[in-house]
């Protein structure tokens, strides 16, 4: 069974940085793409980004929105996948989640997701 | 950036309903499309991929069709569970985007 277990969430200040890990267990973490979307409180879905697997590059895409102050990276070793956030803002605060796609050839529609972990910034 | 929008972003209905909501792509996205439902607190779930693929799981009251710019979720006959937050979202080219949801509310 596929699972995906976020953690590093918490509250953190403006300004300072967050990295957020994905545990991924139940396939071979190695062969897929990950990704990250997030919801802030009362509001609708919002795609982070993406990181692809090592053998299609292992590079990643990221929203407008988050480009510049995210850095989406992946341990295929202990098959984690992480978000890095720096110099936080309080439009950050959001629940995150980890999301997998449902095959190879469909990666961008999750039928894998995570608990979500709960990133509030504020002073 | 693609831009998804979903009409109308509430919707009241009843219990047996046929329902019909509707994601426009502000470019072509071909097939590229998943439908998502979230009930409060929880993940979204996966219902519907490449516009109108059922996902393993789902049940059959629920279906999808369109390509290119214009798509819509159907749900045949709602059932109490139904009435929830759905979402729209494209794959076809990065940064992937979300429609803003409709709820389905009890009228």
């Known amino acids: 069974e596929v699972q995906l277990v976020e953690s590093g969430g918490g509250l953190v200040q403006p300004g300072r940085s967050l990295r957020l890990s994905c545990s991924a267990s139940?396939?071979?973490?190695?062969?897929?793409?990950m990704s990250w979307v997030r919801q802030a409180p009362g509001k609708g879905l919002e795609w982070v980004g993406f990181?692809?697997?090592?053998?299609?590059?292992?590079?990643?895409e990221y929203a407008a929105s988050v480009k510049g102050g995210f850095t989406i990276s992946r341990d295929d070793s202990k098959s984690i996948a992480y978000l890095q956030i720096n110099s936080l803002k309080t439009e950050d605060t959001a629940v995150y989640y980890c999301?997998?796609?449902?095959?190879?050839?469909?990666?961008?529609?999750?039928?894998?997701w995570g608990q979500g972990t709960l990133v509030t910034v504020s002073s | 950036d693609i831009q998804m929008t979903q009409s109308p972003s509430t919707l009241s209905a009843s219990v047996g309903d046929r329902v019909t909501i509707t994601c426009r792509a502000s470019?072509?996205?071909?097939?590229?499309l998943a439908w998502y439902q979230q009930k409060p607190g929880k993940a979204p779930k996966l219902l519907i991929y490449?516009?109108?693929s059922l996902e393993s799981g789902v049940p059959s009251r629920f279906s999808g069709s369109g390509s290119g710019t214009e798509f819509t979720l159907t749900i045949s006959s709602l059932q109490p569970d139904d009435f929830v937050t759905y979402y729209c979202?494209?794959?076809?080219?990065?940064?992937?985007?979300f429609g803003q949801g409709t709820k389905v509310e009890i009228k």
């Open positions: 999301t997998r796609g449902r095959d190879f050839f469909h990666t961008g529609s999750y039928s894998h």
């Open positions: 139940g396939f071979t973490f190695g062969d897929h793409g």
């Open positions: 490449e516009a109108s």
């Open positions: 979202q494209q794959y076809s080219s990065y940064p992937w985007t």
């Open positions: 990181i692809r697997s090592k053998p299609y590059g292992g590079t990643a």
């Open positions: 470019q072509s996205i071909s097939s590229w």
